[in-house]
């Protein structure tokens, strides 16, 4: 019992930052930067193109209520602790996306994750494509961490958020459209993948025979024919939900739906 007590111990001691803690992911250019950088000054900055992760510790905006708190009121201990939460921008740019998969690796403390889209880009094919590759590696490997738990109980559940950003640019897809041409984009990236294990051999076993059970690990969602659909994510802990928003714009900003999202995990 002692060791435990002076590791938990020690481990509150060096890590005062154990605060839940939202990911922020996403393509090179969508917009994650701006928003962490709202939330950190609640202004927005010009932002640099990210090359290593940043993390600002936060609170939620008044106004938005921690679900965990919906029965305390503003100015109580409880209620102002369960605001705080940490913002971590990762790299959206191809090379460096390890920062983030290495994150999603351990992630001990992340309630969820904000995959931010430039909801103008996605109505371009090289715009979607690179999104629903990024994506669909998020997805697996919150799906491989779930399927690969030791504990009967399984691990937390992770959710998504994918924020639709940029609806102030006039090119930009509504959210729904937004989930649904992912939604279609993740299922040929899926089959794509599938078919590059398939000729690199892997799953076949030591007599050449076909084991398949890499293969099946490699899959996102459900098999069979039918396209890709987030709500297959549910049965993997992870609940995918699209929203719409604008961190920049004319108009002003608009990240309300989501904070809310952030107030509903906190
Ligand atoms: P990151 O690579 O995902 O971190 O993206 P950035 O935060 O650096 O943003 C990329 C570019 O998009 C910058 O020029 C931002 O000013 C711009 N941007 C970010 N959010 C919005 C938005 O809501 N609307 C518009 N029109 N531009 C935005």
């Not at 919906?70 to 740019?93: C, I, K, M």
């Not at 979607?128 to 491989?144: F, G, I, M, N, P």
């Not at 961190?247 to 739906?257: H, I, P, R, S």
Request: hydrophobic residues 40%.
């Amino acid at each position: 019992v002692l060791p435990i007590l002076l590791h938990q111990f020690v481990y509150r001691r060096v890590t005062p930052t154990a605060l839940p803690t939202f990911l922020l992911v996403g393509p090179s250019g969508a917009g994650k930067t701006a928003l962490l950088t709202l939330t950190e000054r609640k202004t927005v900055a010009p932002t640099h193109t990210s090359t290593s992760p940043l993390t600002i510790e936060t609170l939620l905006p008044d106004g938005f209520t921690p679900s965990s708190s919906q029965f305390r009121s503003p100015g109580d201990p409880a209620y102002e602790r369960a605001r705080r939460f940490l913002l971590v921008d990762t790299p959206g740019h191809g090379k460096l996306r390890h920062f983030a998969t290495a994150q999603l690796v351990n992630p001990t403390h992340v309630r969820g994750i904000v995959f931010v889209v430039d909801a103008a880009s996605i109505a371009e094919e090289a715009g979607l494509t690179e999104a629903a590759e990024y994506l669909h590696d998020v997805l697996l490997a919150l799906q491989k961490r779930y399927t690969g738990a030791r504990t009967s109980k399984g691990p937390k559940e992770i959710p998504v958020l994918i924020a639709a950003n940029k609806l102030d640019l006039f090119t930009a897809l509504p959210p729904h459209l937004v989930g649904r041409a992912l939604e279609k984009a993740v299922s040929e990236v899926r089959k794509s993948r599938a078919k590059g294990l398939k000729d690199s051999g892997v799953g076949m076993g030591m007599g050449g025979e076909d084991d398949g059970v890499d293969e099946e690990r490699e899959w996102l969602g459900e098999g069979g024919e039918g396209n890709f659909e987030f709500r297959h994510m549910e049965e993997v802990g992870t609940g995918v939900v699209v929203k719409g928003g604008n961190v920049l714009g004319g108009e002003g900003t608009d990240v309300q739906a989501w904070y809310e999202w952030i107030a509903e995990q906190l």
